[in-house]
Structures are given as C-alpha cells and as structure tokens.
C-alpha cells in the first residue's frame, strides 16, 4: 500500500510551517485524510492549513454541488487552488465552502459508494454445542443531490442440533437533500425473526431528515417521518397500521483513527394504539485497522410494544466482529 506513495507525493503544510508528504485521500468535513508513509492515515484540521499540493487529479464538490476538477496547488490562505484539468487560470476555492475532495475526475452522473461489512462466527463443541454467526453490512452510493442506502443485518444459532436463532432486516433508503443539510426521504425495511413469530413485518414511508453534525469527529442526523407498517405472523393473525418513524444516527471519533463510537436506533410509534410501537437500535464501538479492516463490538436491542403471544418484548444481543471498510 506504502509504494504508490514513493511514485507521487501529495504535500500539505500548515500555517505554522509544519509539512506532510504522503497521499490526499480526501477533504471530509474540514479535515484532510492524508495515507502517510511513516504514521499510516492523519487526519489534518483543514482551518490550520496553509497550502496543498498535489500531483494528480482531485474532484473538489462545494457546498452548494458544484464542482472543481483538476490538480492543486498553493493558493492564498484558508483556500485551494485548482488547475483545471483542460489547462486555464487556476481557481481559488475557500476550504470552508467544500462539502468533499476526492481523488480523480468525477462527474455529476458518477455515484460515490462507500460502505462496510462485517462478520463474526461461534462455533463451540464439548459439553456445550453451540454455532452462531452473524453478519451485518451499509453501502451508500452518493451523487450530487442523491443518497442511496443499503443496510442489512442477520443472526442464525444452532445449539445441539437444534435452530435457537434465526432473524434478518433488510433496509433500502432514498435520501434527496433540499439544502446541504436538509433532506427529504423515502425507505422501506424488511423483518423477518421465526422466534418473534414475524414470517415478514414491512415498514414504508418517507419523512424530512436533517444533519445537525457534520464534522472531521463527528456525525450526527435527525429523521422523522411517517410509515406504513405490514406484519405477517407465522401462527398470530396478520395486521397493519400507521406509525410516525422516529431516527438518529451518530457516529463520533473517540481517538482519530483508532476508536469510533456510534448509535444508530429506528423507533416507529404507532399512532391507532401504542402498543403497535416497536423500536431496534444498534450502539457500539469500531476499531479501524490497516487496509481497510475493522473491529467492531456492539449492542443491538430490538423492542416490541406488543409481542406475538408468548414472546417477550425485548431481545438483546452483543456481537463482536471482523469487517472490512471502503
């Protein structure tokens, strides 16, 4: 990963003189994420910037969605100046009108898609028999004004032979933003748990989110909206209602680089009677590694407000895992 970085070097010097050399991955919510060859990925306060300098071609996207394509080079401070790629008059951009920088050319009709998967496996023999593996994943593919969200999680045991878990929810999600922090969005999820006698519980609705944070540490978004909500029971009569959907999402950077805390929870209340209410949430800890590898460690809680007959209202489950991040 380390020899690309001989063949170009990216450099970044800071007000106060101090230099990087390394890879410009990307300008993220006022930080650079610079891949350096002696300390791995930094992360640089934009603000604290002097001058960037790189030798490639980068795509600088503002705030308001337009776009910059071309090579940097040293500008006026607390700017960045972009050759275009075609050649011309090189343009200062102000660091705090860029919403990303990413490297190479990237048109409007171009998704970027980022995302992560992760995986854990138990397997016990002996006096206790017990196998469990569970996966969950998110990809999101991002383009101009458009947000598309996949999410998936799932959990199978087996203890002695015999099938102790099986459950999996599937979400898809549009997002379109009004504003840079402001959107407007559609989503549907797909449940399914034999031990909460769910055959298919569906949800479908839209709403307005809002990102209230945004930072280089710190992420943080609002959703509320309405849904329609499905269930198939296995052995319970079938039903429907209407439910206003409550979201949060929130991820902070405890260390830079090194731990991450994060809670993301869906609350859906329903509005005929409350005990149609149900809620899944998910809180824990990821530990980026070298290459794109994570450790993760969380709880998931999943609630409802009126279980099938002999059910409970809540399970709860702490998972640990290994996962890959791009």
Known sequence: MLAPLCARADTVVLANGDRYTGSVERIRAGKIELITADAGTVFIDASKVDSVTTDRTVTVILKDYSRHIGRLVPSVIGALGVVPEGGGETVSVPVSRVSVLLPGHL????????????????????????RRLNADAEIVARRNR???????????????????????????????????????YGGTTFEH?????????????????????????TALAFEAGLDLVTV?????PDQSNSALQVGTRFNHALIDGIVELFHNNQVFVGLAHFKQSFARSQ????????????????LNLDWDGEPAPGRRSLDRSLVLSLGYRW
């Open 107 to 130: 048109d409007e009709s171009q998704w970027r898609i980022t995302g992560r998967v992760n995986a854990g496996l138990t397997d016990t023999e002996g006096n206790t028999e017990v």
């Open 232 to 236: 198939d029971y296995i052995a319970s």
């Open 193 to 217: 748990d034999r031990f909460k006698d769910l055959r298919l519980r569906t949800t479908a609705g839209g709403g307005l989110g809002h990102t209230v944070i945004d930072s280089g540490r």
């Open 146 to 184: 458009d947000r598309l969200s996949f999410t998936a999680r799932g959990n199978q045991g087996v203890e002695r032979g015999e099938n102790t878990e099986a459950n999996a929810t599937v979400g898809l999600k549009y997002d379109r933003f009004i504003s840079e922090r402001w959107y407007g």
């Open 283 to 298: 809180s824990g800890l990821r530990f980026p590694m070298r290459a794109g590898l994570l450790f993760s460690v969380h």
